[in-house]
């Protein structure tokens, strides 16, 4: 079961559902947080892993920015209106699984209402939303973060479990320094990444 689904719509939100999901799974592991883009190897059956992972997740994630409910396919229509638009589907598939829906508004995203939803997914617009904006991106990360764990109370404990592991292992003895003494100027290796959080951004 993956604890945390990100959804998000291609062309509104996916740089902010990136940086989310790498925040998320830093803090909670990255077998506990599912988006699509990162989670399914290639090769993998897109569908079948994508609905598995929906219908197992305890929290959904909404990512919504400005385009979400507009955005148009090319015959016109609104994307949210197709019955085969992805971020829909993940939507419904939640709720139906039980799963605590919460929407992510961008920056100054006006809230959504059921009137303008499909009947399937109206449900939204009465979800208890959060904000994630960029000037005060890191407490409104841990305001999310927190939300997660009241909606998957058995994360926390997981969590937990998982780094006394490695704090466990790490103590063995012969998992130090094998490599002796080495002379010359030691660089320090680090992850560096240069995407932001782009808050105005098929799925």
């Known amino acids: 079961m993956t604890s945390c689904f990100i959804n998000y719509r291609t062309g509104d939100g996916e740089q902010v559902a990136t940086h989310l999901g ?3 799974s830093q803090r909670f592991g990255e077998s506990e947080v599912f988006r699509a883009s990162d989670s399914i190897p290639a ?3 897109f569908e079948r892993r994508l609905k598995k992972a929906v219908r197992g997740c305890e929290v959904l994630l909404a990512v919504v920015g400005t385009r979400w409910l507009e955005k148009r396919e090319s015959d016109g229509l609104r994307a ?3 019955a085969d638009d992805w971020t829909r589907w993940e939507i419904a598939a939640a709720f139906q699984a039980g799963a605590t829906v919460i929407p992510v508004l961008i920056d100054s ?3 959504l209402r059921a009137a303008e939803l499909p009947d399937e997914i109206a449900a939204l617009a009465r979800c208890q939303y959060r ?3 960029h000037r005060t991106v890191g407490p409104d990360l841990d305001e999310i973060a927190e939300a997660v764990l009241i909606a998957a109370p058995e994360l926390e404990e997981r969590v937990r479990l998982r ?3 490695g704090a466990a292992e790490r103590s063995e003895p012969g998992t130090g320094n094998t490599m002796g003494n080495v ?4 660089i ?4 560096f990444s240069n995407d932001g959080v782009v808050v105005n951004g098929d799925h």
Do not use: Y
């Open 80 to 82: 949210i209106d197709d």
């Open 183 to 186: 002379e010359g100027t030691a």
């Open 109 to 111: 995203t006006p809230r």
């Open 22 to 24: 790498r925040e998320l």
């Open 163 to 165: 780094e006394e592991a």
């Open 188 to 191: 320090q290796a680090r992850d």
């Open 43 to 45: 090769g993998v059956d």
């Open 131 to 133: 904000r994630l904006r």
